[in-house]
């Protein structure tokens, strides 16, 4: 018999099936995705759009960077380089699709602290009870700067 409560063996369980997801995008990446960091030179336009300056946010100049803009008319997001090229950025909208629930960067995924749902840096669903990927928000680059709608 388990001496661990269950509550234990569940979170061990999660923990364990996190790993594994890891494992398989490091696998993929080759490499794990660095932590996301705040970003710098962030400017939130009067459309509300926010614009992002490359030149102060070094992480973005890797596929795998990621930087998170956080209180943004009560959003936080994320910009994520998956790819090289202009049109290798994408943004999420952080809010677990879930509940709503603000997910934090575990390695190579997002995870979702209420009920542990877990999504790919791309912001795909990778273990439930999410069932949507995260929001995409609209993003246009330029060789200098990202705007996100
Ligand atoms: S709010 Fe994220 S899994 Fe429920």
């Known amino acids: 018999m388990n001496s661990q409560s ?12 996190r ?9 993929t ?7 996301a960091v705040a970003a710098s030179g962030v400017k939130v336009l009067r459309n509300g759009r926010v614009e992002v300056t490359l030149a102060q946010n070094p992480a973005l ?8 803009i956080d209180d943004v008319r009560g959003r936080s997001i994320a910009l994520v380089r998956t790819a090289k090229g202009r049109n290798g950025f994408t943004a999420l ?9 603000f997910v934090k960067q575990e390695g190579d995924i997002w995870g979702c602290p209420n009920h ?4 790919s840096l791309s912001g795909e669903v990778k273990i439930g009870p999410a069932k949507t990927p995260l ?4 993003v246009s680059a330029t060789a ?6």
Do not use: Y
């Not at 990446?29 to 932590?35: M, Q, R, T, V, Y």
């Not at 100049?61 to 998170?68: L, M, T």
């Not at 909208?93 to 629930?101: F, I, K, M, N, V």
């Open 144 to 149: 200098k700067k990202v705007v996100i709608s």
């Open 61 to 68: 100049k890797e596929v795998g960077g990621v930087v998170r």
């Open 6 to 17: 269950p509550e234990r063996r569940v979170l061990d369980g999660e923990l364990t099936r």
């Open 116 to 119: 542990g749902a877990a999504f």
């Open 135 to 138: 929001r995409k928000l609209r």
């Open 93 to 101: 909208d952080l809010r677990c699709t879930h509940e709503g629930t």
């Open 19 to 27: 790993g594994a997801i890891c494992a398989l995008a490091t696998l």
């Open 29 to 35: 990446l080759g490499a794990l995705a660095a932590p």
